[in-house]
């Protein structure tokens, strides 16, 4: 990506008369705000450029509350900021005198703010650090160092800076749509504009390359290496930050962000502490979860957050969008159609995220260990709601089994519900397609839907996306998407160096090292699954369940994971293949509702199997 201009730290600018940019500080981790030029008074391709960049800093500082970007055309002017309720934005006209003194003034505030004005948190300390990052060259026509631009330095060292932090495996954990954050553009006023939700989706593979490649072709042979300063976190919340673990990397959102700290009563622990904002609607349901959680005994394969501060206590302010971010009174939040978020902080034992598996069998048991701890959840009486990769981890120790975290979007319900008996089996689908014809609400317009709405786009049950109500069921078809979109998203693990030294660091991505090498893209039919409507992904869904229609989606799958499998071993694509059809089948045998110890008896039977392959395979961790 490479912003026309750019407002960075004073750090950044030489001590002399000159007052000239040091390169180093061209990147992502140190932007205040980014900014596009267009020639044109048409807005809008401003503005869609301007969110991309905005969305590059919060991907490389996600420590922020919100982020700012600036679009300036040819008459007109805007300002935008974006915090996990939206995008807001304000037009300034420059043919009218009262337009061209609020853009000077507007100017002088940028020039006179803080770092708190451009939503750096007080509770994150941030330190710099000297790092090399090898990037692609990009081919692209020159700009004129000219006016503004003589103050960023030049347009192909910016393309080349990419964000720093990318998660732990460069995925989205939340659903994100580049589209339902734009905001309509008329004629430039001194309007402002919230952004709002909508009914399609369009996330994409998590693990496709950024939105920033339309401005220049990148070379796949030369690459260079650029010497960067980053800006990093230091101390979390009180908590000495060793780095980050993962980073949603979305404006719009939950905003999830996991450190690795060092814990507070020994010294040496590493910890995960993670921050998202919430809808306030929700921190009812969260404290009674957490509670709840709280009464129990701890079980081996939940992983229990304990908060370091009650988001709501009337001793403290609450850090929220609409109210300590934009300011807004209580009587004008109420008239928004959008949600108010809070920001929450938990701490919890820090486990291996599947990304660091080691075997395809070490994952299996991973999802195993998870199907135990949302058992146990569905026994005291809490459901998850929120099943995906992102929300499994997987055993310190050989052989164990993985566990289940992350209750953001949990709620209490009955407890034993998992001993709720199936429903009586649906009509063929070919039948009731003839019978019927479903009706979706929009999450646009229909407010009851939008909190039926749970769980990550790829992996929400045919169920959910057709808006019925939540059940756990509902997460238990969750665990197979989980299963087959996991063997879809790598080619084999890490080399057995890589997994020991990623231990070591506490499994945090060194600065400037993009995704992991490991990662690839979803193959085309996959990827329709966490894009368009969720009338189209659950349509899709459902037929590639159909009694007629399994045997074929397997025979598609096959070549994919070959592909992926074959050169870690050659008896491994034939394995997955087994495990995936005979989960499949399962699933479209009993109409996507199958019981907890059903599924797990089907990978306990295929771990028994295979035991033989996983001597393929090398244990890499000094246990």
Not at 80 to 99: A, F, H, K, V
Not at 237 to 265: E, K, M, N, P, Q
Not at 514 to 540: K, N
Not at 544 to 552: D, E, K, N, Q, V
Request: aromatic share 8%; proline share 6%; with cysteine.
């Amino acid at each position: 990506m490479r912003p026309d201009f750019m407002v960075l730290p004073l750090a950044a600018f030489s001590d002399d008369e000159e007052l000239e940019v040091k390169e180093a500080y061209v990147n992502f981790t140190a932007m205040l705000l980014a900014g596009e030029s267009k020639s044109s008074s048409n807005a809008r391709e401003g503005l869609i450029q301007v969110q991309r960049y905005m969305r590059g800093i919060k991907r490389a500082q996600p420590w922020l509350r919100f982020a700012t970007g600036m679009t300036v055309g040819k008459d007109f002017v805007a300002l935008l900021r974006g915090d996990c309720s939206g995008i807001e934005r304000i037009e300034l006209s420059l043919t009218d005198g009262r337009g061209c003194i609020e853009f000077i003034r507007i100017i002088l505030g940028i020039v006179l703010a803080d770092k708190m004005t451009f939503g750096h948190s007080p509770d994150v300390e941030i330190g710099e650090k000297d790092v090399s990052v090898d990037v692609p060259e990009v081919r692209a026509a020159p700009i004129p160092r000219t006016g503004l631009n003589s103050m960023t330095s030049d347009s192909a060292f910016q393309s080349a800076i990419p964000p720093t932090f990318s998660g732990s495996a460069s995925k989205l954990g939340t659903p994100y749509s580049a589209s339902s954050d734009l905001p309509s553009v008329g004629p430039p006023s001194a309007t402002s504009s919230t952004g709002s939700k909508s009914g399609t989706t369009s996330t994409g593979s998590k693990r496709g390359p950024d939105d920033d490649m339309s401005q220049g072709k990148r070379s796949k042979r030369r690459k260079r290496t650029v010497a960067l300063r980053a800006f990093i976190p230091v101390r979390v919340h009180g908590r000495d930050c060793i780095g980050i673990l993962f980073t949603s990397g979305s404006i719009r959102g939950g905003g999830t962000t996991v450190y690795v700290v060092v814990g507070a009563r020994d010294g040496k622990t590493y910890l995960a502490l993670k921050t998202s904002w919430q809808d306030v609607a929700r921190a009812d349901d969260q404290a009674a979860v957490l509670k709840k959680l709280s009464d129990h005994k701890p079980h081996p394969n939940v992983i229990t957050p304990s908060r370091l501060f009650d988001p709501m206590a009337k001793d403290r302010r609450v850090d929220s969008t609409l109210g300590s971010i934009r300011g807004l009174l209580d009587e004008e939040m109420e008239q928004l159609k959008v949600e108010n978020c809070i920001l929450t902080v938990t701490e919890s034992e820090l486990w291996r995220p599947v990304a660091y598996f080691w075997s395809p069998h070490d994952f299996v048991r991973g999802v195993i260990g998870a199907l135990l701890g949302h058992q146990y959840l569905c026994e005291i009486g809490i459901l998850h709601r929120d099943i995906s990769e992102n929300n499994i981890v997987l055993a310190l120790c050989r052989g164990g089994l993985g566990a289940l975290i992350d209750f953001d979007m949990a709620i209490v319900g009955r407890p034993n519900m998992h001993q709720d008996s199936p429903p009586p089996p649906r009509i063929h689908t070919d039948i009731l397609a003839s019978l019927i014809q479903p009706s979706f609400p929009s999450l646009a317009d229909d407010k009851s839907y939008k909190a039926q709405r749970t769980g990550t786009t790829p992996y929400m049950s045919v169920g959910v996306l057709r808006g019925e109500p939540h059940t756990h069921f509902d997460d238990i078809e969750s665990f197979l998407y989980v299963l087959v979109l996991f063997f879809l998203s790598y080619k084999g693990p890490l080399r057995k160096e890589a997994l020991n030294a990623a231990r070591v660091r506490g499994f945090i991505q060194p600065l400037g090292a993009g995704r992991l090498p490991h990662v690839t893209s979803w193959p085309d039919m996959f990827e329709r699954w966490a894009s368009g409507t969720f009338q189209e992904i659950s349509d899709r869904k459902y037929s590639a369940l159909g009694p007629a229609s399994h045997a074929g989606f397997m025979q598609r799958s096959y070549p994919h994971i070959r592909s992926r499998w074959d050169s870690s071993s050659q008896t491994t694509a034939p394995a997955l293949a087994d495990l995936i059809l005979k989960c499949w089948s399962m699933f479209s045998r009993h109409d996507l509702k199958v019981a907890h110890k059903q599924f797990i008896e089907v990978l306990r039977e295929w771990l028994k199997q295979f035991a033989s392959d996983e001597d393929n395979y090398v244990y890499p961790f000094d246990d």
